[in-house]
């Protein structure tokens, strides 16, 4: 566990603290303040990851401890990108505590200071093409599961912001939560972004296996649950688009996305099969 590493984690935690202390007391802070502290942990962040990079020698996105790193990464990476065109207060008290739990997983799990496997590093460094597509790949993949992260944290501010007002709470939750238009509008934005991301990872995932070994779809665990995960999303914005479906149907749907994106990721991989990465 680098310096780097413990001192982007230390920035996450006070960001989070931060974030949750101003939602508890409605203070009235500047955004301002918040940003500061997640952009810190960022630089270091993205300094940690280019430092593991140099190390490994490889873009280091092979197993769940390096995968994990990167999605923390990519998650805070996607909400400072969004947060200045959409300034949700709450957003922040919902992703942090992912951003945490992502980052301070990868350091709990154990670190492989093994060499990759052959059929890995044969598959990344079979030809100049090979070597360029496989980072693009996972890092579209990657950032797509971080825009369906936030749509997912969208979907679930929106259902207890309607629950409070169903059951006409209007107390410190309620005044503290965006408007269910801001937490459907920001969700349906995530969920474009990130559909249109999973599918250029796929592309260029099924360009990766043409060029590695002349096959473009191998049958593995792993190629069948993003095929199912980009499906999922595929049937959320088309119903989104021709049925006009809204709010509360969309922010359930989002939930079973980030599950079907959860499983796509660990549960895949456990299942074995060709995909020894991710």
């Not at 630089?43 to 190390?55: C, D, E, M, S, Y």
Request: charged share 10%.
């Amino acid at each position: 566990m680098g310096i780097l590493q413990i001192t982007a984690l230390t920035f996450y935690l006070g960001a989070m603290l931060y974030s949750l202390y101003v939602f508890a007391t409605k203070a009235v802070r500047p955004n301002r303040e918040l940003q500061w502290i997640v952009w810190l942990g960022f630089i270091t962040h993205t300094a940690a990851i280019l430092a593991g990079w140099r190390q490994a020698g490889y873009f280091p996105v092979v197993n769940p401890r390096e995968v994990s790193w990167f999605i923390s990464w990519a998650i805070v990476g996607y909400f400072l990108l969004t947060s200045y065109r959409h300034p949700v207060r709450a957003l922040p008290v919902f992703l942090l505590p992912l951003v945490y739990l992502f980052a301070l997983v990868s350091m709990i799990l154990p670190d492989n200071t093994e060499p990759l496997p052959d059929l890995l590093e044969g598959a990344i460094t079979a030809n100049a093409f090979t070597e360029i597509i496989f980072p693009i790949h996972v890092a579209l993949v990657i950032f797509s599961y971080a825009a369906f992260i936030v749509t997912f944290v969208c979907g679930v501010m929106y259902l207890i912001q309607e629950h409070e007002l169903k059951a006409k709470r209007f107390g410190a939750a309620f005044q503290r939560m965006p408007a269910l238009n801001t937490c459907d509008e920001v969700g349906y934005r995530s969920l474009s972004v990130g559909f249109v991301l999973l599918t250029l990872g796929v592309v260029t995932g099924i360009a990766w296996n043409n060029q590695r070994d002349g096959r473009y779809w191998h049958n593995d665990p792993k190629e069948v649950m993003a095929l199912v995960t980009w499906l999922v999303y595929l049937f959320i914005m088309h119903y989104r688009l021709m049925a006009g479906w809204r709010g509360r149907r969309v922010a359930w749907l989002s939930i079973v996305g980030f599950l079907v994106v959860m499983f796509t990721w660990l549960g895949a991989r456990a299942m074995g099969g060709y995909h020894v990465f991710g």
